[in-house]
């Protein structure tokens, strides 16, 4: 049985005293039955991790934290750079890796990728692993083949064991930060194209696996993507930088 995992991605916003109050508003409007319902995590930003850990911790929220990237090294000559075990050191459970936005505006290729997917398990961690076609891929017919091949990079060396928990994120380019989100229908038969890959290559992992849907999910769709069989959460940009909105979000059902 796979747990519900709906995942806020705060990207470039708010500071470490933001990032207090956003934590301690969002646990507010949630409770113990949410928890053991949906795992819910929030990604802020590196400079806001230590926070939100030291409030997640001393107030004994069942909220998990998130990054939103990291290295794929250790340590080293890497200017600017965050390593996996620096964030399993803060308490970190989850990592984004493969974000559209990492790919397109930073460059990261799918070698890069699939480094950092190998990484966040060695570390202790899991990936939150984002795969996503173009609009123009999509336009052209293409989606199907450019989230094969994203996934086949991405996933390249696992095991069965770490597909097990892994954590696909499903993410049009076109529907993120957009407003203009893939309809139920479309976006539950990715997300299923994407549990057959992982059974052609994984076996029975692929049953284990979580598959999230992003781009431009909101209180208003959620729960119509979150009917979809193949979908098991959600990846947030937006709309979980308000913790009322995201708690809506979250609580899908109500
Ligand atoms: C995202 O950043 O992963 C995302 C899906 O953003 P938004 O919800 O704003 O489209």
Not at 13 to 25: E, F, G, R, S
Not at 30 to 35: A, E, G, P
Request: some cysteine; aromatic content about 8%; glycine content about 8%.
């Amino acid at each position: 049985m796979r747990k519900d995992l709906i995942a806020g991605n705060w990207k470039m916003n708010a500071t470490h005293l933001d990032a207090i109050q956003m934590v301690q508003k969002l646990s507010y409007r949630l409770n113990d039955s949410d928890f053991d319902r949906v795992e819910v995590v929030v990604c802020p930003p590196y400079t806001a991790l230590r926070s939100a850990q030291t409030v997640i911790e001393t107030d004994h929220l069942r909220i998990k934290l998130g990054a939103q990237n990291c290295h794929y090294a250790d340590s080293g000559a890497f200017t600017g750079a965050i390593s996996p075990g620096m964030l399993a050191k803060l308490s970190v459970r989850y990592v984004i890796v493969g974000h559209s936005e990492r790919r397109h505006v930073f460059g990261e290729t799918d070698a890069d990728i699939n480094r950092k997917v190998k990484a966040v398990y060695e570390a202790g961690m899991i990936p939150i692993f984002a795969v996503g076609e173009l609009e123009a891929e999509r336009d052209a017919g293409r989606t199907e083949e450019r989230v094969r091949s994203q996934f086949a990079a991405g996933t390249s060396g696992l095991t069965q064991e770490q597909v097990n928990s892994l954590v696909v994120a499903y993410e049009p380019v076109w529907a993120i930060g957009t407003g203009n989100t893939a309809t139920p229908d479309d976006a539950g038969a990715v997300c299923t194209f994407i549990r057959e890959l992982a059974a052609d290559s994984y076996g029975d992992a692929a049953d284990h696996m979580r598959i999230l849907y992003g781009g431009s999910v909101n209180p208003g769709n959620v729960a119509a993507i979150m009917a979809k069989a193949d979908i098991d959460g959600a990846l947030v940009g937006g709309a979980s930088l308000d913790p009322d909105t995201f708690a809506s979000v979250v609580r899908y059902w109500v």
